[in-house]
């Protein structure tokens, strides 16, 4: 390469490092105004209210449980339990089932918002997070007059939790690999790798649903589990196949769910993570001792700010 090529060959490098800035560095985004939706939740079987609030820039997602006057930081350190589902509590007062609103609010890149809610569980309305981005999208999108932060994966690293293993790899963007299997012979193995963006998070995840086995039900009820649960909101498999009448809203429905709950749980970390997460037989728990591990290891990660990046790009 000579000179004048390698020249011009530095001049596009440079400006696609600035265009990929420029759509990864995006502004914060809050609601421009209230939002309500009501409705049981899928464990409890308690009817509950939630009210989404604009909130200022840096904020975050906070969720106020109204009827105990107690604020809980949506915060992997927050969480309590995550049997089943994702739990966060503070001082006593739990919140259980946040999953679904969170993926909801980070797969559209809602990123400060305050949530009343007056109950013990956040509804669990279709079992998928659809009917939460429609709620979300009539409050309107506000942006913030500052650059939302990210995780940006630097280094690889690896969780193996019993079957369960999650691996991020460095990648220019947001990238999820997922792979389930269930000793079922309708469900078995499904696998499903996915550029996550604002548009295929609502096309390809958000409309798939919780699912759960028959089998399972009257074990979970009676520990306390699923008494909410119906064909309305939970894909049920019986010894045959799906007992929904109204059928799956794709082949696959069971791994698209699976990476919905990860990118629930995964905004945990207060952060967008850009890298390649590759998850194999993954939920909740594990999800969350890989976001625990992913914090206390600086080596493998770095949180990006725009300050952070005007060095990098000072030679344009």
């Known amino acids: 390469m000579n000179l004048k090529n390698y020249r011009h060959f530095e001049h596009y490098l440079a400006l696609y490092l600035l265009i990929l800035l420029f759509v990864m560095m995006r502004l914060q ?96 309305l279709d079992g998928s997070s659809m009917e939460l981005i429609s ?34 790899l460095p ?51 009676s520990n306390g589990f699923a008494k909410g649960g119906s064909f309305e909101n939970t894909v049920v498999l019986g010894e045959t196949g799906i007992l929904n009448s109204s059928g799956l809203r794709f082949k696959d429905e069971f791994v698209r769910h699976k990476i919905l709950d990860l990118i629930g749980d995964f905004s945990l970390s207060g952060f967008p993570i850009y890298g390649h997460i590759i998850a194999n037989k993954s939920g909740h728990t594990s999800n969350l001792k890989f976001v625990k591990k992913l914090l206390s290891h600086p080596d493998c990660c770095e949180l990006v700010s725009e300050f952070d990046q005007q060095p990098a790009l000072a030679y344009i």
């Open 171 to 221: 990648y220019n963007g947001r990238h999820i690999t997922y792979m389930i299997h269930f000793n079922h012979h309708f469900l078995g193995e499904q696998k499903l790798s996915l550029e996550i963006t604002e548009e295929s998070f609502v096309a390809e995840i958000a409309p798939a649903r919780t699912f759960g086995f028959l089998k399972d039900v009257e074990y979970l009820r």
């Open 135 to 168: 709620i979300i999208l009539k409050g309107g999108i506000a942006k913030q007059g500052k650059k939302r932060p990210y995780i940006q994966i630097t280094n690889p690293i690896v969780l193996t939790d019993g079957h369960a293993e999650i691996m991020a």
């Open 29 to 124: 985004r809050t609601l421009k105004h209230e939002v309500s939706f009501e409705g049981i939740g899928l464990h409890t079987g308690r009817y509950s209210k939630v009210c989404l609030k604009p909130a200022p820039r840096d904020t975050g997602i906070l969720f106020i449980r109204t009827d105990k006057n107690v604020i809980i930081k949506a915060s992997v350190n927050s969480v309590t339990d995550t049997a089943f589902s994702t739990t966060l509590g503070y001082n006593g007062a739990k919140i259980r089932t946040v999953e679904h609103l969170l993926a909801a609010l980070g797969g559209i890149g809602i990123d400060n918002v305050i949530i009343e809610v007056n109950g013990p569980e956040i509804p669990i």
